[in-house]
């Protein structure tokens, strides 16, 4: 195709489809099935320009054209605070619920890599010898050492605000890089569970694993829980990649990637929760029972969220996807 002679041909179409949507809240009857028109003509040059003679200019020009245009044609919509209530009741569990198969999974496998790394470097001094020096070990397992202080070194709140925002950003990340097959997912995962398979090795060797699993349960549950949604949805969205089922690769990921990322939104709440509790909660001065009774409590109550309100929104047919009408059009393909 020649794009001169294509935009010279069209150009007039362009222009007066932009005049008219200045001035759309004063269209005749007759101007606005125009306005109409137009939408459907130009929708169809900007498919055809990017698929024959992209040009970057161009294109984002029409782009823009043609969002003005939907949104003249058919309205726009905002959220509103009954969006929020069916995202948080129906949306966000039912996704969470449709990828419990993988996260379940990805939890008791993940759960087991940890106790075996635990196990084995705890019971090799060789392996805590590579880890770091022995003086370095004592002062990181001993009492009143560097574990435990850990979640008392810093202001209660910027700890919590640090701690959500770091987790936040691991579980978008599995979320996210799912689509690479879900290979930077397994890296992410292992990195959390080596990172917990040393500090209950350390202190197991040092005789303290109750004081290590005081100190990672009251928020750990939920915290991991989190992560592991995270991790099972990333590798799912991977597998999507491989083998998208009956329907188009291109519709499945699209579908799965909407999900995934309104999971991103939800499972930000949950770790603001976990965070609360890893900043207040483990640092304080409750006794070690009533510790890791709030977070059990915590942990049940995300699940019975996502079994009970979620299992419901998945069997009314519920997928955490976005509303049909707030999907991506299908570009008119004649005019």
């Known amino acids: 195709m020649d794009l001169d002679v294509f935009v010279s041909a069209h150009r007039a179409e362009w222009d007066r489809l932009d005049a008219l949507l200045r001035r759309r809240r004063h269209l005749t009857g007759a101007e606005t099935d125009e306005l109409v028109t137009l939408y459907q003509r130009t929708a169809t040059h900007l498919s055809l320009i990017r698929s024959t003679a992209p040009d970057p200019q161009l294109t984002g020009r029409l782009t823009q054209l043609v969002a003005r245009a939907r949104s003249a044609v058919v309205g726009t919509r905002r959220a509103s605070w009954r969006d929020v209530t069916r995202f948080l009741t129906e949306g966000f569990p039912a996704a969470v619920y449709r990828a419990r198969h993988w996260w379940v999974a990805t939890a008791l496998l993940s759960t087991a890599v940890a106790a075996l790394l635990g196990w084995w470097i705890g019971t090799h001094p060789e392996v805590q010898a590579s880890i770091a020096a022995p003086d370095e070990l004592r002062e990181l397992t001993r009492p009143g050492g560097r574990y435990e202080t850990y979640y008392s070194s810093h202001p209660a709140a910027s700890f919590a605000a640090q701690v959500?925002?770091?987790?936040?950003?691991?579980?978008?990340?599995?979320?996210?890089?799912?689509?690479?097959?879900?290979?930077?997912?397994?890296?992410?995962?292992?990195?959390?569970?080596?990172?917990?398979?040393?500090?209950?090795?350390?202190?197991?060797?040092?005789?303290?694993?109750?004081?290590?699993?005081?100190?990672?349960?009251?928020?750990?549950?939920?915290?991991?829980?989190?992560?592991?949604?995270?991790?099972?949805?990333?590798?799912?969205?991977?597998?999507?990649?491989?083998?998208?089922?009956?329907?188009?690769?291109?519709?499945?990921?699209?579908?799965?990637?909407?999900?995934?990322?309104?999971?991103?939104?939800?499972l930000a709440l949950v770790l603001f929760v976990s965070g609360v509790i890893e900043g207040f909660v483990t640092p304080s001065d409750l006794p070690t029972w009533a510790r890791i009774t709030l977070g059990i409590a915590a942990e049940l109550a995300f699940l019975a969220y996502v079994f009970v309100l979620g299992g419901r929104a998945a069997r009314a047919g519920g997928t955490g996807d976005v509303e049909a009408a707030e999907r991506s059009a299908t570009v008119p393909t004649a005019a």
Do not use: K, Y
Not at 187 to 210: E, P, Y
Not at 218 to 231: K, Q, R, S
């Open 164 to 266: 959500w925002t770091n987790n936040a950003q691991a579980a978008a990340m599995c979320l996210v890089l799912g689509v690479f097959l879900g290979l930077p997912v397994l890296w992410i995962l292992f990195q959390n569970m080596l990172n917990l398979g040393i500090g209950a090795g350390l202190m197991f060797s040092a005789g303290r694993l109750d004081t290590f699993l005081g100190l990672v349960l009251p928020h750990g549950l939920l915290e991991l829980t989190a992560v592991f949604v995270a991790a099972g949805t990333g590798l799912r969205l991977g597998w999507t990649v491989i083998d998208p089922g009956p329907r188009s690769r291109r519709t499945a990921l699209a579908e799965e990637g909407r999900a995934a990322i309104a999971m991103a939104i939800g």
